[in-house]
């Protein structure tokens, strides 16, 4: 799998000094690799510009006009609020706060990268899904860009250069990039939202000013998952069929696994931000389900209580793995007391997938 090469890289602010400069904010490592962080895609780049659009060519045609007018071209503009704002974190929050910019920035960027190379290299065989891959990668670079400049404010700096060469690449076909990227661009979405809606009912749990940003953002991610809902309906067979109903109930549960226990073990974000990280992702699983009714042909049943019973198990485990890593000791005695875990990791997951799903014409009937 060879990275892509990274031919741009999202502009950082003027009003940051250089890195490797006297006066640089100090350049973050990146976090470690998990499961839980995360990951940069490849692609099968000739499948890709192969691809033909005309099933639903219209659509796509009407976003990609949507992403040339550029709505939030003046929007990420850091104003006078975030003067000194950085300053007023306690210590545990401001902790917490960088890992949510490191991971939201990362996110983003891998999000650029991927748009940007394949806009690249489709470009001459199929000029109009390469143009809106463009579109996308600019949002992407602006969004990255903006939670790099944030992370500035704390005296830290993730050195995108470094993670776009030393970062490895997951390799999917086309049919799983659209439904691993669909879903992110929803889910980012919904948890935007949700935490701008929440602020707007609770100014005073406003810890910084950049969720103010969050409600045009997340119209950019709204759109993101729209182009990537109307790229599916152009290829019907990834959303048609018995492989495509057991891929996208994989690819809906992994995302929503990997979320929940994430944002549980980091629930001292949310906290600070007056939030109940289950009650919050509760609410955006429940949301991304429900608009991936509009396009996968089956979503999860998150009515059912056993899927959150199931999600707990993979909380406690996950807590315990994190004890075991803590608790130190030489590697081989660590992996033994970690096996039964995972192991109980993996029959959870198991029996999460084998839970029957709800088929999206019973779930929205109008919208399909
Ligand atoms: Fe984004
Ligand atoms: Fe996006």
Redesign the pocket.
């Known amino acids: 799998m060879v990275p892509p090469a990274a031919t741009a890289s999202p502009s950082t602010s003027q009003d940051i000094p250089r890195l490797g400069t006297p006066d640089a904010p100090a350049v973050k490592d990146p976090v470690k690799d998990t499961i839980l962080t995360p990951r940069f895609y490849t692609t099968d780049f000739e499948a890709m510009a192969a691809m033909d659009l005309r099933p639903n060519e219209e659509e796509l045609e009407a976003i990609c006009e949507e992403f040339r007018k550029d709505y939030n071209r003046h929007h990420f503009v850091r104003n006078e609020t975030f003067d000194g704002a950085a300053d007023k974190l306690d210590p545990e929050t401001r902790k917490v706060f960088v890992e949510f910019l490191e991971q939201s920035c990362t996110s983003?960027f891998s999000?650029f990268l991927l748009y940007k190379e394949l806009s690249r290299r489709i470009k001459e065989k199929n000029p109009l899904l390469a143009e809106c891959f463009a579109h996308m990668a600019r949002?992407?670079a602006r969004?990255?860009g903006f939670l790099n400049k944030s992370m500035a404010d704390f005296g830290l700096q993730l050195d995108l250069g470094f993670l776009t060469a030393n970062k490895s690449y997951t390799f999917f076909k086309p049919k799983f990039i659209f439904y691993a990227t669909y879903l992110s661009e929803k889910i980012?979405y919904w948890r935007y939202i949700a935490i701008f809606r929440h602020l707007e009912r609770h100014p005073e749990s406003k810890i910084y000013p950049i969720f103010n940003l969050f409600e045009n953002?997340c119209q950019?991610?709204n759109r993101?998952g729209d182009f990537f809902d109307a790229l599916m309906k152009a290829q019907p067979d990834t959303v048609r069929g018995f492989s495509a109903r057991l891929w996208c109930r994989f690819f809906l549960l992994a995302v929503f696994a990997t979320m929940y226990v994430r944002d549980v073990a980091r629930k001292e974000f949310y906290e600070a931000l007056g939030l109940d990280a289950r009650d919050y992702d509760k609410y955006v699983i429940a949301k991304t389900n429900e608009t991936s009714a509009r396009v996968f042909p089956v979503v999860l049943d998150v009515d059912n209580p056993k899927f959150w019973q199931r999600l707990e198990r993979l909380v406690t485990n996950n807590a315990a793995l994190s004890a075991a890593d803590a608790a130190g000791g030489p590697a081989p005695l660590r992996a033994l007391r970690k096996l039964p875990l995972w192991a109980a990791n993996g029959l959870e997951m198991a029996k999460l997938f084998l839970m029957a799903p709800i088929r999206s014409e019973q779930f929205q009937p109008a919208v399909r």
Do not use: F, V
């Open positions: 983003e999000g949002d992407e969004h990255a980012g953002w950019d991610e993101h």
